[in-house]
Nanobody, 129 residues
Framework: HVQLVESGGGSVQAGGTLRLSCVAS????????MGWFRQAPGKERAGVAS????????SYVDSVKGRFTISQDDASNTLYLQMDSLEPEDTGMYYC???????????????????????WGQGTQVTVS
């Protein structure tokens, strides 16, 4: 039984910083694609960043490049999203996601992960004012 549990959301002022965490249990962490998605009020859920667990290959959408950093800790099966220089447009529910099937590293990017079957966490709210 795969479980993804996010934490670290909150309310910050524009320009502030948050660090999201996602602990994965029951999930084979080798050669997998994981990522963060967000859903703003009134909008569809959309990918923000992805990482290939065997090699730390990362991908970002343009709106967060240079501000967000995705990373992982193999030892604790934890995925992170460091969010700096937050903007009001970053407000939304943030979800951790993990591709159900193993992927090659060349297939691990935000657009491809968005199309694949995934496990989801319950989400953590980020509000930037």
């Amino acid at each position: 039984h795969v479980q993804l549990v996010e934490s670290g959301g909150g309310s910050v002022q524009a320009g502030g910083t948050l660090r999201l965490s996602c602990v994965a249990s029951g999930y084979t962490y080798i050669r997998r694609c994981m990522g963060w998605f967000r859903q703003a009020p009134g909008k569809e859920r959309a990918g923000v960043a992805s990482i290939y667990t065997s090699g730390d290959i990362t991908s970002y959408v343009d709106s967060v490049k240079g501000r967000f950093t995705i990373s992982q800790d193999d030892a604790s099966n934890t995925l992170y999203l460091q969010m700096d220089s937050l903007e009001p447009e970053d407000t939304g529910m943030y979800y951790c996601a993990a591709a159900i099937s193993p992927l090659g590293s060349s297939w691990c990017n935000v657009p491809d992960l968005s199309r694949r079957d995934k496990y989801w966490g319950q989400g953590t709210q980020v509000t930037v004012s």
